[in-house]
């Protein structure tokens, strides 16, 4: 087992998960674009992410971003039920993506990095919100397209030891005066 | 003859997908019942009888090897084939799964022909 992996194996990943999905449980075909990395998220975001928890020796997270618009469409073919606003039948159908996208990603990657656990999906819906991770490690981020619309797929991962250690320096400077 | 079937899962979206799906795969269905977890599904079968169980692994409250667990320890229920439908793919859990007595094990994402060929010996 390696003990490391490259922005590029992770974005492959990233891709073939993601591919896999919506082509088995959609039927749609979304059209990848370059990977690249991001060190903060958008600050003003209008739309649907999704967060789920990645641990084991490597730690971080997995999530999933699009518009409400995009969310809905998604929804509506993996459910095959016309869906047009964001209730609580697309934050799961969204939740549940995220689960098999990561969940697949994270088989792969445990082939590198060692066994992991996965959380439970969250997913946030709202408009002009901020979401972040603690730490300082970059997002890899594989954006797809389904028409005009994006969706971007990203993780961040950490060794544990690297990751607790940045929490824990983060949590004493806001405890200490 | 219909099968009366436990879906155990804690995405609404796959349990109506899994159902879809069978479906699909021109499976005869009776009655299916629905559990968000572990928890849930060993309350329903204590009121219902059911041939087949699908069950995820990762959900709250109880998870997919707890309630497999219960399930083989408890002689009213031990003899329902379960096939575990889950993200996971390590050897590890395939191995735990089988070692408990699940009668299949499916990853997701999954297509009909997948699920049929996983029950046809079961059913």
């Keep these: 087992m390696a003990d490391q992996l490259e922005h590029g194996q992770l974005s492959q990943m990233i891709r073939r998960a993601t591919e896999e999905v919506f082509t088995t449980m959609l039927g749609v075909a979304l059209k990848a674009d370059e990977a690249h990395f991001e060190q903060s998220p958008p600050a003003n975001f209008d739309g649907v992410v999704s967060f789920i928890g990645l641990a084991g020796a490597w730690a971080g997270t997995g999530s999933l971003c699009c518009s409400s618009k995009l969310a809905c469409s998604l929804s509506s073919s993996f459910l095959m039920t016309e869906l047009t606003v964001v209730d609580e039948q697309v934050l799961d159908a969204i939740g549940e993506l995220t689960n098999m996208i990561i969940g697949n990603v994270k088989n792969e990657v445990e082939e590198y990095l060692g066994p992991m656990g996965l959380s439970i999906p969250t997913v946030i819906y709202g408009r002009n919100f901020g979401a972040r991770s603690l730490g300082h490690d970059a997002w890899t981020v594989v954006p797809f397209w389904s028409g005009a619309d994006r969706l971007d797929v990203k993780i961040c991962l950490a060794p544990k030891e690297r990751a607790a250690h940045e929490h824990g320096t983060r949590a004493r400077e806001f405890i200490l005066p | 003859?219909?099968?009366?079937?436990?879906?155990?899962?804690?995405?609404?979206?796959?349990?109506?997908?899994?159902?879809?799906?069978?479906?699909?795969?021109?499976?005869?269905?009776?009655?299916?019942?629905?559990?968000?977890?572990?928890?849930?599904?060993?309350?329903?079968?204590?009121?219902?009888?059911?041939?087949?169980?699908?069950?995820?692994?990762?959900?709250?409250?109880?998870?997919?090897?707890?309630?497999?667990?219960?399930?083989?320890?408890?002689?009213?229920?031990?003899?329902?084939?379960?096939?575990?439908?889950?993200?996971?793919?390590?050897q590890a859990k395939v191995l735990e799964a089988a070692q408990l007595g699940a009668s299949g094990y499916l990853k997701k994402p999954f297509t009909p022909d997948q699920i049929k060929d996983k029950i046809v010996g079961l059913i």
Excluded: C
């Design chain 2, 1 to 90: 003859m219909p099968l009366d079937l436990l879906i155990v899962d804690d995405s609404a979206a796959i349990r109506k997908i899994l159902q879809r799906v069978l479906h699909q795969a021109e499976v005869p269905l009776g009655t299916v019942y629905e559990a968000g977890d572990g928890v849930e599904a060993l309350a329903i079968l204590k009121e219902k009888t059911v041939q087949l169980i699908f069950s995820d692994i990762n959900m709250p409250n109880m998870d997919g090897i707890q309630f497999l667990t219960q399930l083989k320890a408890n002689e009213a229920w031990k003899q329902v084939p379960v096939v575990m439908i889950t993200t996971e793919g390590s």
